[in-house]
């Protein structure tokens, strides 16, 4: 069925690095867009960025300037999130998203992953 | 950035009541791109609505979404049990990305 399968809880120590997964079936990967989005414990969600999984453009949040890298591999069907130098402050549930029209990468979002817990804890 | 001011921030109500979620952009949200999702502990969000007043695939009559320019509303005519979750409203016509509202609470009176 269509669905985004994300990678497992992440355990990492502050200035560290954490690269998850995210991996698509059901769809055609390289039609639709993959947004990443954040959930602070007990807190709203935070977009991150994207990444267009036909030609690989990619955008971030000014937020995350320098911090985050988002690539995809369509061999694979997985998109990735790469975030650097982490703080506790990046505690998070962190999900991958699907925008619901193909091709337009800046829309609401249909299909969503299950999430991955990353832990920042010195 | 278009900022996204939802409220109230915890609304108390029965079963059967009327539920009125507010989200207010700090600049006008081109083509009316706002959606709606709600979400229950443990679970990813849920798309209730796009475009502002469009409903998704599967979800019931009772939800509506209405609004324009800066200010959207999500109407719940009558809660179910079910409907008791937090709601988050997003904008995705800043060419310079998507945000995301505060959420909004909804808990049973």
């Known amino acids: 069925q269509v669905q985004l399968v994300q990678s497992g809880a992440e355990v990492k120590k502050p200035g560290a690095s954490v690269k998850l997964s995210c991996k698509a079936s059901?769809?055609?990967?390289?039609?639709?867009?993959i947004h990443w989005v954040r959930q602070a414990p007990g807190q709203s969600l935070e977009w991150m960025g994207w990444i267009n999984g036909g030609n690989g453009n990619s955008k971030h949040s000014q937020k995350f300037q320098g911090r985050v890298t988002i690539t995809r591999d369509t061999s694979a069907n997985t998109a990735y999130m790469h975030l650097s130098n982490l703080r506790s402050e990046d505690t998070a549930l962190y999900y991958c998203?699907?925008?619901?029209?193909?091709?337009?990468?800046?829309?609401?979002?249909?299909?969503w992953g299950q999430g991955t817990l990353v832990t920042v804890s010195s | 950035e278009v900022v996204l001011t939802q409220s109230p921030g915890t609304l108390s109500l029965s079963p059967g009541e009327r539920a009125t979620l507010s989200c207010r952009a700090s600049?006008?949200?081109?083509?009316?791109?706002v959606a709606w999702y709600q979400q229950t502990p443990g679970q990813a969000p849920r798309l209730l609505i796009y475009?502002?007043?469009s409903r998704a695939t599967g979800i019931p009559d009772r939800f509506s979404g209405s609004g324009s320019g800066t200010d959207f509303t999500l109407t719940i005519s009558r809660l179910e049990p079910e409907d008791f979750a937090i709601y988050h409203c997003?904008?995705?016509?800043?060419?310079?990305?998507?945000?995301f509202g505060g959420g909004t609470k909804v808990e049973i009176k």
């Open positions: 600049q006008t949200v081109s083509s009316n791109y």
């Open positions: 059901g769809y055609t990967f390289t039609s639709y867009g």
């Open positions: 997003q904008q995705y016509g800043s060419p310079q990305g998507v945000t």
């Open positions: 998203a699907r925008p619901m029209k193909m091709i337009i990468v800046l829309y609401a979002f249909d299909l």
């Open positions: 475009g502002a007043s």
